[in-house]
């Protein structure tokens, strides 16, 4: 069974810094994508970043490109999400998943999600 929790979240002023972490377990994701979405209350679930392939390429939703970056550690089974430079518009709730999707920035390809973490910026 493949398990993911997040954990990271947290309250932040805009401008600073936050990364969340993935643990995951019941599957090697290095063969898998794995990806970050984020939600915010009656919105879809919005493409973050991924890591995907056997060279782990990574990708990025350009709202986020230059501020955001994934990460793998093999030896613990985490996934980070280093976020940087938080603005107000980032305050979501976060989730991990992994899959084998055709498209890595659609939400409904992946079989597996975390239950995600807060992430608030104020100002």
């Known amino acids: 069974q493949v398990n993911l929790v997040e954990s990271g979240g947290g309250s932040v002023q805009a401008g600073e810094s936050l990364r969340l972490s993935c643990a995951v377990s019941?599957?090697?994701?290095?063969?898998?994508?794995m990806a970050w979405f984020r939600q915010g209350e009656g919105n879809e679930r919005e493409f973050v970043a991924a890591?995907?392939?056997?060279?782990?390429?990574?990708h990025y939703a350009q709202s986020v490109e230059g501020r955001f970056a994934i990460s793998e550690d093999v030896s613990t089974n985490t996934i980070f999400l280093q976020m940087t430079s938080l603005k107000l518009e980032d305050t979501d709730i976060y989730y991990c998943?992994?899959?084998?999707?055709?498209?890595?920035?659609?939400?409904?390809?992946?079989?597996?999600w975390g239950q995600g973490t807060q992430v608030t910026v104020f100002s």
């Open positions: 998943a992994t899959g084998t999707p055709p498209n890595i920035e659609h939400p409904r390809h992946y079989l597996y």
């Open positions: 019941g599957r090697t994701f290095e063969d898998y994508t």
């Open positions: 890591i995907y392939g056997t060279g782990r390429n990574l």
